[in-house]
């Protein structure tokens, strides 16, 4: 997809900045999750608490920034359900972006719901559902539902029950973000033979190596799934109209769909005509998460590579939703290229560059860069003070 002209590009970006600064300012410490199994199951193996807190505030960020983008702000939706909640580390960011919307977040584990109810102390409602549909909700009561991460768990068959679940659960009209994993993520995972068959088939399941910590403990049938989007676009139709589609950035190495609600007069088109971001993988190590500022100037620094390709883009750094810099990437990075040692362009992806925080009463600056002309953040972060 291409980006959006220069002036609703910094429309765009001031928006963000306006919700994200708002999501800021009435979020809340909350207490530590110090269980280490929670932490793996939703921020990764051997996940951290400051993983829990920076990695929710991202995908909040990216999930506002995609609804943005679809036309669909955060704050016009009424009803909101995150399917496959965990420990609520998304959802208690949005709490209060999300203004006297009714929150629900539902889970098939009884220990991250119990987590829920005991140490987040908003209104929303949180339900432990079944391995099988129905969830204990009205038909046509969200009108928004996003579920990150659960349909990369699930066969093909639980996926459609799910889905049918979810549209009877959507309103009409309603908007639903999944995520999938990114064709590099099912590169680096499966082996060559089970590569080509997800990639004739669309979709494939396979079992989780049995240390992988991400699923110990929870239900067999939750293992790993791969989805093309030719897959979604043939197979997830029938229920759902497919908008937009945001790979890596704030998603790492998965792509978050956003669907509309089909009802009987959409017309089901053979190819739907939805449009797809691409971003880098990226991150950002310098400011800290949450920390001081180092004062009047910043200094901003991070990585961002393309995987299937090593043209280079240039990177934007934003502060409060204003342009700071625009740097070509080109720091050499020992650490990224160590991580991704099958991409030989990721050991020059890192960039540096100062930003001035300029004054201001929000007690908060948020700053995220952009990569080549997309206006969705690759990463982004905050800085207190
Ligand atoms: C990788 S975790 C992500 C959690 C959360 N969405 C987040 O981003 O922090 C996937 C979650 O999906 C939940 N899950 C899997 N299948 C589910 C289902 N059928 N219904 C509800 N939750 C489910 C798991 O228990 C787990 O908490």
Known sequence: MRGLMPAKRSEFQLALARDCLRMLQGHVEIPRVNDQRLLDHVVGADGSEEGFLSGGFLTAVGLMSMLQLAGRPISSFRRILDFGCGSGRVTHWLRHLAGDAELTGTDINPEAIAWCRENLDFEANFICNGPRPPLPLAAESADLIYGISVLTHLDEDLQFQWLRELHRVAAPGAVVVLTVHTDYRA?????????????????FYQRAASDDKTV???????????????????????????????????????????LRKRDRTTPRLLKPRW???????GGMDTPGFGGPPQGDIQHVAGWAFDPDSDERRNVTAWVNGKPAEMRYIEVERDDVKAAFPDIPHAGNAGFMLNVELPANDHGFHVIWFTAGDSPVPVSATYVTG
Not at 187 to 203: C, H, I, M, N, P
Not at 275 to 281: A, C, F, Y
């Open 216 to 258: 110990a403990g929870l239900p067999d049938f939750y293992q790993v799934a791969f989805h093309t989007r030719n897959y979604i676009a043939g197979k997830w139709t029938r229920l759902f109209e497919p908008l937009l589609s945001v790979a890596h950035g704030p998603f790492w190495s998965q792509q978050a769909i956003v």
């Open 187 to 203: 590169v680096r995972t499966l082996s060559q033979s089970a590569f080509a068959k997800y990639r004739r088939r669309g979709f």
């Open 275 to 281: 449009k797809h971001v691409k971003l880098p993988l």
